[in-house]
C-alpha cells in the first residue's frame, strides 16, 4: 500500500500492527484503540512515536483525553461510502485540537482524494491517505490536487434567476 | 443556457435543493425561498465531509406560511416565518419522508436565524453522518435514525453541536446573501394596475374563461400581474406528459407573456409565473387552443401519478391507467368544482415518487402473485399540516378504483358541512363512513 502525502508520494516511518498480534520492541508504530487501551503503559515506555488507528465506530471522543500522545490518529474507512471519518477529521482538528498528523485509511478511492485533502480553511480534513493498489500510483498525486467548488471564493451561483453564468 | 447540472443528483449526499413552483413570485410569501435555497447549494456542493453520508439527503425551503414545497416530508424542511420580535427566520423540521417507511418530520427547531441557517444545518449533517444507520441502506435516511432516539435526542444531539458550529466561519454575511440575492432579480415590471374590475367583467360573461381563472390563476406580488399554471391533466391524458411541439409552444408563449420563463411543478404542470393580467384573457385562448387550460387545478382531476410499470422497471403495477380511468370517471367541470380542493397521488410501488402517502387520496400498487392491485389511504396532506394517510382496505383490482374513488367522494358531498375540504371532512368524521362506502357489503358478510 502506498501513502500520499499533500499530493505526492511518501513513505511512512509507522508501522501498522493494530492488527497484529505482538507489537514490536522498537520503532514507530499504529495501534487500535483495543490494543492501546490494553496496553497503554508499555506502549508509552517504549519511547517511540505513537499512531492509533479508529474504526468507523470509534468516535474521536473515546481517545479525546489521550491525543497527546499520538503523533498520527489514523481513520480507517471500511466502505469507501462510509463517510464517519471525515466527520472524525474535523472535530479531531477543530474541537480536539489535534495537530498531528490525520491518516485516511481502508478503502479510499481516488475520487475522494480531494474530500480527504481538502484544506480550504474551514474544512481541514487529512493530511495523509494511504492507499489501496485499487488504482495505479501516477494518479494519485494529480486526484490530490483536488476539485474546484463553483459559487464560493466569490464567483457567481452555478443557479440563478438571470443572467449568464 | 442552460442552468441545470447533474451534480449530487444523485449519491449519498445533500442533493438539489428545492422550494415552491410560486417562489419569489407569490403574493403569500415572506422572502424568496430561492436565495436560501443556493445558499445551501453552495455550502454543500461537493462538500468533504457530508459527501458519503448514511444515505441521500434532501432540503426543502418554503418562503410561504402555505406550505407548497411539502418540506414536512423532506430530510431538513425549512418554513419561513416572523417570531415574536418580528424577525424573519426559520422553523426548522427534520427526518420526514415517504417511501417505504413515511414520516411526517418533526420540528427540531422552532425559530433559527438567517445567518445560523448553515451552522445548524451543518450540526443536522454530522449528527446524521456519525449517527446514522450504516447497517441496513433501507433504514439509513435521517428519518429513521431521529424516530429511533427520538426527537429530543436529537435535538440534544445537534444543539450540543451547533454551541461550537454558531459562531464560527459558516456565520451568513449579509451582504453574501444580497449577492445571491441580486441573481434572482425580479424581471423588468411595468408598472400596472391590478385589473381586477376589467377582469371580473370577462368572467361574467365568459363561464369557461371564468372557471379557469379561479384555479389556474394565482395572486402575484406584483400589481397588475399574475401567475398562471398550465395543467398536463386534461381528461384521458398522461399526467404531466406534453409533447415537444406543444413545448416548443408553450416556450413561445413564455417569451412573448411571460419574460420567457417557464417553471415545472412537482405537482406535474407548469407555470408562467409573470403574465399581464390584462393579457389573461388572450392567454387563455391561445392555451385553450393548445388543450392546456384544463380548469382542474388543485382538483380531484389533477392527478400526480409516477410513470408506473408502464416505464418504470421498480413498478409493481400500472399507475398511468388508473389515473385515466378517474380523469375520465370525472369530466363534469361543474361537479370538479363542486367537490373542491382535492388531491390524488398514485404510486405504483412502495418508493413513492408520486407521493400517496400525503394524497388526500393516496394509491399505491402492489403486486399480490403476479396481479396488479391498488390499495387506497385516505387523509394525507404534504402542506403546513401534513399528515399521511390511513389505509382504507385491502387492496382493489383496477376496475374497481374508478368505482371506489366515486364512492369516497359521493360520502364526502353527503357528510360535508359547508365548503369543508375533502381533508377537513376527513379528518372531522374518520375513515369509518368512507370505509362503509367502498367496502361495505364485504365487512359486512365478513
Redesign the interface.
Same mark, same amino acid.
Given at each position: 500500500m502506498a501513502l500520499v502525502k499533500n499530493g505526492e508520494l511518501a513513505a511512512s516511518s509507522f508501522i501498522d500492527v493494530s492488527g497484529a498480534e505482538a507489537i514490536p520492541a522498537a520503532g514507530p508504530v499504529i495501534v487500535s484503540l483495543d490494543q492501546w487501551k490494553a496496553h497503554r503503559d508499555e506502549l508509552l515506555k517504549r519511547g517511540a512515536e505513537l499512531g492509533i488507528r479508529l474504526h468507523s465506530d470509534q468516535?474521536p471522543e473515546l481517545v479525546a483525553a489521550d491525543l497527546p500522545h499520538f503523533a498520527v490518529v489514523a481513520l480507517e474507512f471500511p466502505k469507501?461510502?462510509? /463517510?464517519?471519518a *471525515? @466527520? *472524525?477529521a474535523?472535530l479531531l482538528r +477543530?474541537?480536539y485540537g489535534f495537530k498531528g498528523e490525520l491518516r485516511a485509511v481502508g478503502d479510499v478511492l481516488i475520487e475522494?482524494c #480531494?474530500? $480527504?485533502c481538502?484544506r480550504a #480553511?474551514?474544512?481541514s480534513?487529512c493530511s495523509r491517505v494511504r492507499i489501496r493498489s485499487r488504482h495505479s500510483r501516477p494518479q494519485w498525486p494529480i486526484s490530490a490536487s483536488g476539485?474546484s467548488?463553483? /459559487?464560493?471564493a466569490g464567483r457567481?451561483? @452555478?443557479? $440563478? /434567476? @438571470? /443572467? +449568464?453564468? | 443556457m442552460s442552468r441545470s447540472r447533474a451534480i449530487q443528483s444523485s449519491g449519498n449526499c445533500v442533493r438539489n435543493i428545492t422550494a415552491d413552483q410560486y417562489a419569489g413570485r407569490a403574493k403569500d410569501e415572506l422572502a424568496d425561498p430561492r436565495v436560501y435555497c443556493e445558499l445551501l447549494r453552495q455550502y454543500s456542493f461537493l462538500h468533504p465531509e457530508f459527501s458519503y453520508l448514511p444515505r441521500k439527503f434532501k432540503i426543502a425551503v418554503t418562503g410561504s406560511p402555505n406550505d407548497r414545497a411539502a418540506v414536512a416530508v423532506h430530510d431538513i424542511g425549512l418554513r419561513m416565518h416572523k417570531n415574536e420580535q418580528g424577525q424573519l427566520g426559520f422553523e426548522v423540521l427534520v427526518g420526514g419522508g415517504l417511501g417505504r417507511t413515511p414520516y411526517i418530520a418533526h420540528t427540531i427547531r422552532k425559530w433559527l436565524a438567517p445567518e445560523d441557517l448553515l451552522a445548524y444545518v451543518e450540526s443536522i449533517l454530522r449528527v446524521y453522518n456519525m449517527q446514522g444507520r450504516r447497517d441496513n441502506i433501507h433504514k439509513a435516511r435521517i428519518k429513521i435514525i431521529v424516530n429511533q432516539m427520538g426527537i429530543d435526542k436529537y435535538r440534544e444531539l445537534v444543539d450540543k453541536d451547533f454551541e461550537f458550529t454558531k459562531n464560527g466561519a459558516l456565520k451568513v454575511p449579509d451582504d453574501e446573501v444580497e449577492r445571491i440575492n441580486a441573481y434572482f432579480a425580479p424581471p423588468q415590471y411595468e408598472t400596472l394596475d391590478d385589473q381586477t374590475q376589467a377582469i371580473a367583467k370577462i368572467r361574467s360573461g365568459d363561464r369557461a374563461f371564468d372557471r379557469w381563472m379561479r384555479g389556474n390563476v394565482i395572486e402575484h406580488k406584483v400589481p397588475g400581474y399574475a401567475i398562471v399554471n398550465l395543467s398536463l391533466k386534461a381528461p384521458g391524458k398522461t399526467p404531466g406528459d406534453i409533447t415537444a411541439d406543444k413545448m416548443d409552444a408553450v416556450a413561445d408563449l413564455a417569451d412573448q407573456y411571460s419574460f420567457g420563463e417557464i417553471r415545472v411543478t412537482h405537482r406535474q404542470n407548469l407555470v408562467l409565473v409573470d403574465v399581464k393580467q390584462a393579457e389573461l384573457y388572450e392567454l387563455w385562448h391561445k392555451l385553450v387552443a393548445l388543450g392546456l387550460a384544463t380548469p382542474n387545478l388543485g382538483l380531484l382531476t389533477d392527478i400526480i401519478c409516477c410513470p408506473g410499470l408502464d416505464f418504470c422497471a421498480l413498478a409493481n403495477a400500472r399507475s398511468i391507467p388508473i389515473a385515466q380511468d378517474i380523469s375520465h370517471a370525472f369530466t363534469d367541470l361543474d361537479e370538479l368544482q363542486k367537490i373542491g380542493q382535492f388531491t390524488i397521488n398514485i404510486s405504483g410501488c412502495m418508493n413513492a415518487c408520486g407521493h400517496h402517502h400525503v394524497g388526500h387520496i393516496g394509491i399505491l400498487g402492489v403486486d399480490k402473485r403476479g396481479e396488479e392491485f391498488f390499495q387506497l389511504t385516505l387523509g394525507g396532506s404534504s402542506d403546513q399540516n401534513a399528515s399521511l394517510g390511513d389505509r382504507l382496505g385491502p387492496g382493489l383490482p383496477q376496475a374497481e378504483v374508478p368505482a371506489a374513488i366515486r364512492k369516497i367522494v359521493d360520502t364526502y358531498l353527503v357528510v360535508r358541512q359547508q365548503q369543508e375540504r375533502f381533508l377537513d371532512t376527513y379528518r372531522r368524521v374518520g375513515i369509518e363512513p368512507f370505509k362503509a362506502a367502498v367496502y361495505g357489503e364485504e365487512s359486512q358478510a365478513a
Open positions: 468516535p469507501f461510502r462510509d /463517510g464517519r *471525515y @466527520s *472524525y474535523r +477543530e474541537r475522494q #480531494s474530500s $480527504c481538502a #480553511s474551514t474544512r480534513t476539485i467548488r463553483p /459559487g464560493m457567481p451561483p @452555478s443557479i $440563478c /434567476g @438571470s /443572467g +449568464e453564468r | -
